[in-house]
């Protein structure tokens, strides 16, 4: 497709229950974002990939969250036992990045429920 | 690592006025500063970006004006329109352009 696609849209799920959350970037773009965002605050940086590694995992909450992208192309992020406060709408951004800062293309978001 | 403050929270102005959204950023070695609308229901969209070698842009009605030796950076919408109410994001990236970190937001209400 022409922008990032993210699937699902929306997830609502029990406590304690695991979730898969896909990213597919625009094709040909290297590096992948994840971002957090809870209701009504800012995006707050989770991972991002550069083809296939992930320098900076940092962001990641806690280790129930987990990511991986196979074949510079799709994207999954895991979160394991999940928790109320994992509730958020999580966004993932996919950049050209040929060496230098640009502009990132966001997906629409999975809006992730934990009831 | 990289902190970015955005100011205000909230801004509400009347059709036709003009806003300005401030931000600040700590790492001095951040070279490249997008700014991002949301719409409800929506992710994220480049406005407009400045890097670091110049101090102003201006795109239409919309400027972004960059002080690197205060380390802040600010938004101004001039002429607003009912459209322009959305959700206003500020980020600063490092050197390698790899890391984006973005501000708290700033909600803009334009009243018709």
């Known amino acids: 497709g022409a922008g990032v696609s993210q699937s699902p849209s929306n997830k609502v799920t029990e406590k304690g229950k695991d979730v898969e959350l896909r990213c597919d970037p625009i094709?040909?773009?290297?590096?992948l974002y994840w971002y957090r965002q809870s209701l009504g605050q800012g995006l707050e940086f989770l991972i991002y990939f550069q083809g296939n590694s992930a320098p900076d995992k940092s962001g990641l909450p806690s280790d129930r969250f987990s990511a991986e992208r196979t074949g510079g192309s799709v994207s999954t992020l895991t979160i394991q036992r999940t928790q109320q406060e994992d509730s958020a709408v999580y966004l993932c951004?996919?950049?050209?990045?040929?060496?230098?800062?640009?502009?990132?293309?966001f997906g629409e978001g999975s809006r992730l429920t934990v009831l | 690592g990289e902190n970015v403050e955005q100011h205000p929270s909230t801004l509400s102005v009347q059709e036709g006025d003009s806003a300005v959204i401030k931000c600040t950023y700590s790492d001095s070695a951040s070279n490249y500063f997008p700014w991002y609308k949301q719409e409800l229901g929506k992710g994220p969209q480049l406005i407009i970006d400045?890097?670091?070698?110049?101090g102003e842009k201006k795109d239409q009605r919309i400027a972004v004006t960059l002080n690197k030796t205060a380390k802040h950076f600010s938004l101004h919408i001039t002429e607003t329109q009912p459209e322009d109410s959305a959700v206003y994001f500020c980020?600063?990236?490092?050197?390698?352009?790899?890391?984006?970190?973005f501000g708290a937001g700033t909600r803009l209400f334009v009243k018709a």
């Open positions: 400045i890097r670091s070698n110049v």
């Open positions: 951004a996919s950049n050209l990045n040929t060496g230098g800062a640009g502009e990132l293309f």
């Open positions: 980020a600063a990236s490092d050197t390698g352009g790899f890391k984006t970190i």
């Open positions: 094709s040909g773009h290297t590096a």
